[in-house]
């Protein structure tokens, strides 16, 4: 039973295209992240929802819109897709030790974005 | 701003060989601390982690670290390789000042073990 998941795993797309990524975590977590690894393995970290609310939102272009309709559920969708978007984007999930968890993250398989 | 350093960038080994990969951040208060490994292809794992009490931690497939506070390391140590170890390796800490949790990674280390 897959704790973290992401669909699509792979997406291959055109520029100026919108694309969508959903992630899905069954660990009972209140706090989801998304991430974006490069081609260089450089591990970014994009947005960060605790209980559906937006706590971390890094330096992204405004083409990046996350949304939470749960705690459970962290989505993300691109608008305008650009060359540079190329990545493997990891979704994440995390419960403090404070509020009864591990604390560390737990990660999806990633999802791999090609835009040609 | 929280920064992670990781100095090895490459590390080739024969199988067998110890491995020793460094570990460096910049932040002055309380951290946690973890090391995660990416096999060919996957996801990260948690390898191990450091929280508080004892700084030499024991992690999964016989790899350990030490947190030295005074040097703000927290450096990946295994006493022999395997081929299977393969992989990339990335340092990362959770700074909360303001009870946000932020994970910082480092710009991980590649490992390749020669059989």
């Known amino acids: 039973d897959t704790a973290v998941s992401q669909t699509p795993k792979y997406l291959v797309t055109q520029m100026g295209n919108d694309k969508s990524i959903k992630c899905e975590q069954n660990l009972g977590h209140d706090t989801m992240y998304w991430y974006k690894q490069d081609s260089k393995k450089f591990l970014k970290i994009m947005f960060s929802y605790n209980n559906k609310e937006l706590i971390i939102n890094e330096t992204v272009p405004n083409r990046f819109s996350p949304k939470s309709p749960d705690k459970a559920h962290l989505n993300l969708h691109i608008n305008s897709l650009e060359l540079g978007d190329s990545a493997v984007y990891f979704c994440?999930?995390?419960?403090?030790?404070?509020?009864?968890?591990?604390?560390?993250?737990?990660f999806g398989e990633g999802s791999r974005l090609t835009v040609l | 701003a929280q920064s992670v350093s990781q100095h090895n960038h490459h590390v080739i080994l024969s199988e067998a060989a110890s491995l020793e990969l460094g570990c460096n951040y910049s932040?002055?208060?309380?951290?946690?601390l973890f090391w995660y490994v990416q096999y060919p292809g996957q996801h990260l794992q948690l390898l191990l982690k450091y929280f508080s009490g004892d700084p030499l931690v024991k992690g999964i497939k016989g790899f350990e670290a030490e947190f030295i506070k005074s040097k703000f390391s927290f450096n990946l140590r295994k006493p022999s390789v395997q081929w299977s170890d393969t992989a990339e390796y990335f340092c990362a800490v959770n700074a909360h000042p303001s009870g946000t949790y932020k994970y910082i990674f480092g710009t991980g280390t590649r490992l390749k073990v020669l059989a």
């Open positions: 994440a999930s995390s419960q403090g030790p404070g509020t009864g968890g591990t604390g560390e993250l737990f």
């Open positions: 932040y002055g208060g309380t951290v946690n």
